[in-house]
């Protein structure tokens, strides 16, 4: 089955500064999905993005299916925006969807 | 406030106990699913159901068992569980091949 990867694993931050989140699978993927699980365990959809490039205000994604990996830019991180963030592929006609490990987000006051 | 909606938040149950776990979505999609979660770990699938038929079970013990009355409804019947289920459950919907939406799960615990 597909293999993915999510680096790093466990992310220190000061409030303001930015990062990227890295995702790499392993076979050609047909959807790629980006999700942010905080504290209390709510899941959130932050993107859908199988291609190209994404933006919501702080976040942005670009996925190059060709090369297999997707990033995810955080930029003026909040203490909100601590959790974990977890990447997630599939392919079209089926309904499995495989997560990454996470990263663990930590965003110091 | 998600879109998809599980009930109970919280449920403590013993080991001979029968309960269920409750989804609603009223996004008209056509596939729903149930995930588990252990403490630091992904979500792992455990049913898929696309348009109110079982397409996926991920080899789930026979203690669990799903069941979707309708195209906005999913349950998930508990029946003599083990230490090892207590964990977050989580429904999700989506039209096949969309992004998926998830319910805020239920956090369940056995004694």
């Known amino acids: 089955g597909i293999q993915v990867e999510q680096s790093p694993p466990d992310l220190i931050l000061q409030e303001g500064a930015n990062s990227t989140l890295r995702c790499n699978f392993s076979?050609?993927?047909?959807?790629l999905q980006w999700f942010h699980q905080n504290p209390w365990g709510q899941l959130i959809n932050l993107f859908y993005i199988p291609s190209g490039t994404k933006q919501n205000g702080r976040l942005s994604a670009t996925t190059v299916a060709t090369e297999r990996y997707s990033l995810l830019y955080i930029s003026s991180s909040q203490t909100t925006d601590s959790g974990v963030y977890f990447c997630?592929?599939?392919?079209?006609?089926?309904?499995?969807?495989?997560f990454g490990a996470g990263t663990r987000l930590f965003v110091k006051a | 406030d998600t879109e998809v909606t599980q009930t109970p938040k919280h449920l403590v149950m013993g080991m001979t106990n029968k309960k269920s776990l409750k989804c609603e979505q009223h996004m008209g999609h056509r596939a729903m699913y149930w995930y588990k979660q252990k403490a630091k770990k992904p979500p792992e699938l455990m049913f898929v159901y696309s348009y109110e038929k079982l397409s996926i079970n991920e080899s789930v013990p026979s203690r669990f068992s799903p069941e979707c009355p309708n195209s906005s409804l999913l349950n998930l019947h508990l029946h003599a569980l083990q230490p090892e289920d207590s964990a977050l459950y989580l429904c999700?919907?989506?039209?096949?091949?969309?992004?998926?939406?998830f319910g805020d799960g239920t956090r369940l615990s056995i004694l």
């Open positions: 076979d050609s993927v047909n959807n």
């Open positions: 997630a592929v599939g392919r079209t006609g089926g309904f499995k969807t495989i």
């Open positions: 999700a919907s989506n039209y096949p091949g969309g992004p998926q939406h």
